[in-house]
């Protein structure tokens, strides 16, 4: 990861504590307060059950202890304090060992409504919820394991597979369309967007296209991939993704869906 971040992480106190500020406290209040509003009716089932089982606090950041405490007893999981920005190979590690990377800093008001590097919150909100699903769970773990023993080359195929599950990923349900991807969950304008605009295309998923299918971090999505249960994801988790990433090494990336960057 070549960029720098403009933010620090907190380091925890010899007992695991961070000690965040007020005003660090009340932007998780907002953002979480806001976010609440904006998700009933949007979010996946299992989303809803993981927030009821994490019982986050709305008026402060959640110490990571509390969050560990229900996470490994729901999926053996837990998450780790890491920097602002950390190594490939030491994300993957992370989910190979059923660490959830969490950056341990958050937002100020000034990128209150969109950050391109994941928060606190963004992780917390947006992700740790469905880690309590044993579906998602091991879907997430072995996505690390493969990343841990992939090639450079190979990690960004994969990432994209990441990207249009774990971050963007829908459900089709006889409810109509539903979210669980974490970068839509913690965000009130994708939150909307995905569910009821009539501008993304939403295709159902199939693995091999979410490998060739490009995406930019700092628009809404064009393009979104849908399954029709959480437990699908089990099935994934059991193809031979890295013959799928060969594949699509060798058939290419799909035309972009936006302009590039320099033109947007």
Not at 65 to 92: C, K, M, S, Y
Not at 117 to 135: Q, Y
């Amino acid at each position: 990861m070549g960029k720098e971040s403009n933010y620090v992480s907190k380091q925890p106190d010899a007992e695991g504590i961070i000690h965040w500020t007020d005003e660090e406290n009340q932007v998780w209040h907002d953002l979480v307060d806001r976010q609440l509003k904006c998700i009933p009716g949007k979010a996946c089932d299992e989303y809803m059950k993981g927030l009821d089982l994490l019982d986050l606090p709305k008026d402060r950041i959640p110490q990571l202890h509390e969050l560990n405490e229900v996470l490994e007893r729901e999926t053996g999981w837990q998450v780790a304090a890491v920097p602002a920005l950390i190594p490939f190979d030491e994300f993957f590690r992370l989910l190979a060992n059923k660490q959830f990377p969490v950056a341990t800093f958050i937002r100020t008001r000034e990128e209150f409504d969109y950050l391109q590097e994941p928060d606190i919150f963004h992780e917390i909100f947006g992700h740790c919820p469905l880690l309590t699903n044993p579906a998602f769970a091991h879907f997430t773990h072995q996505y690390g394991k493969l990343g841990y023993a992939a090639t450079p080359k190979e990690r960004v195929y994969l990432a994209r597979l990441y990207w249009f599950t774990v971050e963007f990923g829908l459900l089709q349900t006889d409810e109509g369309i539903r979210i669980y991807g974490g970068g839509i969950l913690s965000s009130p304008a994708e939150t909307e967007y995905a569910v009821n605009s009539d501008k993304p295309e939403r295709h159902p998923l199939k693995a091999l296209d979410a490998l060739r299918t490009p995406y930019r971090i700092d628009i809404i999505q064009p393009v979104y991939y849908t399954i029709n249960s959480v437990d699908e994801l089990f099935e994934i988790s059991d193809m031979d993704i890295m013959a799928l990433v060969r594949e699509a090494m060798e058939l290419g990336l799909f035309e972009p869906k936006f302009p590039p960057k320099d033109a947007a």
